[in-house]
């Protein structure tokens, strides 16, 4: 259909009677006139209803939407018969969009659209509209309303509300299988044409995928579709409107479909025999190789599970299947011995775990393969006859006596001479000791079961080639008991007799102990090394005795003490026995055999002393203690106090001399002689105003020959002082009036200068220097100032 015939269809359609009419013609009747159309009684107030009949004649306007004329779109004309056509009437427009969207003209009542006017955003507007008086502004007719209805067309395509769609369907489906739905909407008018209605049709995907023209279900259209072989497919659909016909509009969108996994694969080992190696030497549980098969499917329906169905290996190896990689770990079950086996074979089964019974026809969903593990040799530590060892032996052998062998060997192919020690850390006594060829353990102390009754040894086995190759035994001596230890008291018995006992009184009963542990238990004897006329022993028979009196009546002033020797023997081979003795003392008892005083108050009654003289005695003796502790004390708690307690207390160290001097005449004031002599020195005198703690020996020092100068001699004299270790460690000043040798300017005393005739010439004072230069300025001016 050409666009031509389009339009002359819509013109026919368009001033078809029975659609609209482009003017409206309204007819007034009599408004006195009342025409009643029914009588019907109210219910409610029994009243009968009239109907007016009115002078408008109303009918839907219609008009196309998406006008594209350059004038404005007329939509239709409002008539009253009341109008003559002189020019009387107005015509007003309201409601929606009157005065804006829609206007009209007030003379003739035509009503056109200022707009294009889009139906999908409003499908119809209701406005007012009136005729009034020009002249008085009153209404003629009464207002009314009308609607004008927006006639679709075909300007909006079906639109999708989502560009990508994402869906997934199982592989091996069978066709038909619905995969998504997908659905279009068309914003025309469904209710007018076939604006609306839409179609859908597949653009890509074929023929992999259908969809259904009414619904958008997309379906398969291939049976067993394999994901292993292609996993992602992209399906283009299309949706078109007016049916589908030609000139109709369109839209697609695009869906990404995903075949999701089934178990359809079986796991397949890529090799029939897999070789591993394995050091024998690995401790049980060592991982020595894994396997692996692979399955084209993904995630559980690739999960599988590994076992050993058979071979000769079964027994010493495992196989473990490790859930994250999928691998089966092949593991150390039993010890290896390359010497016994070299080469083991195992048939490894992997099997799917998550079967789909739809394809059991597809199987078996497992496989096998061989595995052969090759034993390595390594060089092995020596290995012990048995895993630990248990030697006894009685504590009287004599050393160096055998008392077991241990034996080991090298379990290479090559065998290696042992070499056996003692890890002294277990006997740090060293009372054994081991032959390190043959394995014989001896001893080297004497043994004691009292001491320790268990040993417990730990013996190295080396290979003399390879000493780092050792192994460790468990040796265990246990010590046999001999009877080599008298019975003896079991205690320390403080035993009395009264001095008013009788004969046959039980005064101690006594028991033993032996160290010594024989077999049938100890059993002991006891005895009186020889007749004693005071006391007896009777034997009770259950490692007990009992010392009984033999006379009537002891005296403790006679004997206060009296001593008892008791012999213990044992039944073990050989007999072992011991005397000891017993201390009896002699007491002072009530009637009732209760002990009073004993032997300590008998020793001091003979001596005449009572109790009071005891306690004077003592207390004399305290009381010349506290005498000499106080002495003592007294003594140590002098100190050393300085005789001058004050400074003002200065009457000790005033020294007055009477003696004037003779002037420089008087050479006999003071003799030189006695610093050149130093045995003229007195010796050396203490201090006198502290109290002289050590008195130290005067050192000598040898006497200076005569013509010694006096400065050498007391430079001498003060280094001495400065390094005697006896000099007090406290500071003196020691003056020495010594002038010293004459000066090369003589004598600058003023007492001779009367008596030298002339003037005497000062000039020399500038050659001593600069400290002499104020008396050379003073004295050598003189001779100016003369002659001036």
């Known amino acids: 259909m050409t666009i031509y015939q389009f339009l002359l269809l819509f013109l026919l359609w368009v001033c078809l009677p029975h659609f609209c009419s482009p003017e409206i013609m309204f007819r007034r009747t009599p408004v006195p006139q009342q025409r009643t159309l029914s009588t019907r009684v109210s219910k409610s107030d029994g009243k009968i209803l009239h109907r007016q009949k009115r002078g408008w004649m109303w009918n839907q306007f219609f ?11 007329y939509v239709g004309k409002l008539h009253s018969d009341q109008d003559k056509g002189d020019g009387s009437l107005k015509y007003i427009l309201s409601g929606d969009g009157a005065g804006t969207l829609f206007i009209i003209d007030e003379k003739t009542g035509d009503i056109h659209a200022t707009r294009r006017i889009d139906r999908e955003e409003k499908a119809f507007y209701t406005l007012r509209a009136q005729a009034i008086n020009r002249r008085t502004l009153r209404p003629v007719e009464p207002e009314s309303e009308f609607v004008i209805k927006i006639h679709d067309i075909n300007d909006n395509e079906p639109t999708f509300p989502e560009e990508i769609y994402t869906a997934s369907v199982p592989e091996m489906s069978v066709v038909g299988t619905s995969v998504v739905q997908v659905t279009a909407t068309d914003a025309d008018d469904p209710s007018y044409g076939n604006s609306a209605r839409v179609i859908y049709s597949i653009l890509q995907g074929q023929p992999y995928f259908s969809v259904e023209p009414e619904t958008g279900i997309i379906r398969t259209a291939l049976p067993n579709m394999n994901r292993e072989n292609r996993e992602q497919y992209q399906v283009v659909i299309q949706a078109k409107d007016m049916g589908g016909q030609m000139g109709g509009l369109s839209g697609t969108t695009t869906v990404n479909i995903t075949l999701t996994d089934v178990n359809d ?12 190696r394995v050091l024998e030497s690995s401790p049980v549980g060592t991982a020595i190789g894994s396997v692996k098969a692979t399955d084209a499917d993904t995630g559980k329906n690739a999960e599988v599970e590994y076992r050993i169905i058979d071979g000769d290996g079964t027994d010493m190896f495992d196989i473990i299947t490790e859930k994250d990689t999928q691998e089966g770990i092949i593991t150390v079950k039993k010890p290896l011995d390359y010497e016994s086996r070299r080469l083991y074979t195992l048939k490894v089964e992997a099997e799917n775990t998550h079967v789909d019974p739809r ?9 096998t393969t061989i595995v052969k593990i090759s034993i390595e040799d390594v060089d092995e530590p020596p290995v012990f006859s048995r895993s630990s060892y248990l030697f006894e032996v009685h504590e009287d052998i004599e050393v160096g006596t055998i008392i077991g062998t241990v034996m080991a060997r090298d379990p290479d192919s090559i065998s290696s001479p042992i070499r056996f020690s003692l890890d002294r850390h277990t006997d740090l006594d060293r009372i054994f000791n081991i032959h390190s060829g043959n394995g014989s353990l001896y001893t080297s102390k004497p043994l004691d079961r009292e001491l320790s009754q268990w040993h417990n040894l730990t013996v190295i086995a080396a290979e003399i080639n390879n000493p780092k190759e050792t192994t460790r035994v468990a040796v265990f001596v246990r010590i046999l008991d001999v009877n080599d230890n008298a019975p003896q008291f079991a205690v320390f018995y403080d035993t009395f007799v009264c001095e008013n006992a009788r004969p046959g009184q039980l005064i101690q009963t006594i028991s033993a102990v032996d160290k010594d542990d024989p077999l049938g238990g100890q059993k002991f004897f006891f005895s009186l090394a020889a007749v004693n006329p005071n ?34 023997s044992d039944n073990d081979y050989p007999i072992q026995s011991s005397t000891g003795t017993l201390t009896i003392r002699v007491c002072a008892c009530d009637s009732h055999g209760n002990m009073q005083s004993c032997s300590a108050e008998a020793l001091l009654l003979p001596a005449g002393l009572s109790t009071g003289a005891l306690i004077a005695i003592l207390l004399c003796i305290i009381i010349l203690l506290v005498i000499v502790v106080l002495f003592a004390a007294l003594k140590r708690q002098r100190k050393k106090e300085p005789l001058i307690l004050s400074k003002e207390d200065i009457r000790d160290n005033i020294v007055s001399y009477n003696d004037e001097g003779g002037g420089e005449e008087d050479t006999q004031a003071f003799d030189i002689g006695t610093l050149r002599n130093p045995a003229a020195i007195e010796e050396k005198k203490l201090r006198r105003d502290i109290i002289p703690e050590t008195l130290f020996i005067p050192r000598r020092t040898p006497t200076a020959p005569d013509n010694t100068d006096v400065r050498d001699f007391i430079n001498e004299r003060l280094k001495e002082h400065d390094l005697d270790p006896t000099a007090p460690p406290y500071d003196s000043l020691a003056t020495y009036a010594y002038e010293g040798n004459d000066s090369i300017a003589e004598s600058l005393s003023s007492l001779e200068s009367g008596t030298t005739e002339g003037d005497q010439n000062y000039d020399y004072l500038r050659e001593w220097g600069p400290r002499f230069n104020k008396l050379a300025e003073m004295y050598g001016g003189g001779e100016s100032d003369k002659d001036s």
Do not use: C, M, W
């Open 63 to 73: 008009l196309l939407e998406e006008y594209t004329g350059s004038d404005y779109q």
């Open 535 to 568: 006391f007896t022993v009777q034997d009770n028979e259950d490692n007990t005795a009992r010392i009984l009196t033999r006379k009537n009546g002891f005296n403790r002033h006679e004997i206060s003490t009296y001593l008892l020797p008791v012999v213990i």
């Open 265 to 276: 694969n079986p796991p397949r080992f890529p090799q029939n025999t897999i070789h591993l």
């Open 359 to 367: 394809f059991y026809y597809l199987g078996p969903f497992k496989d």
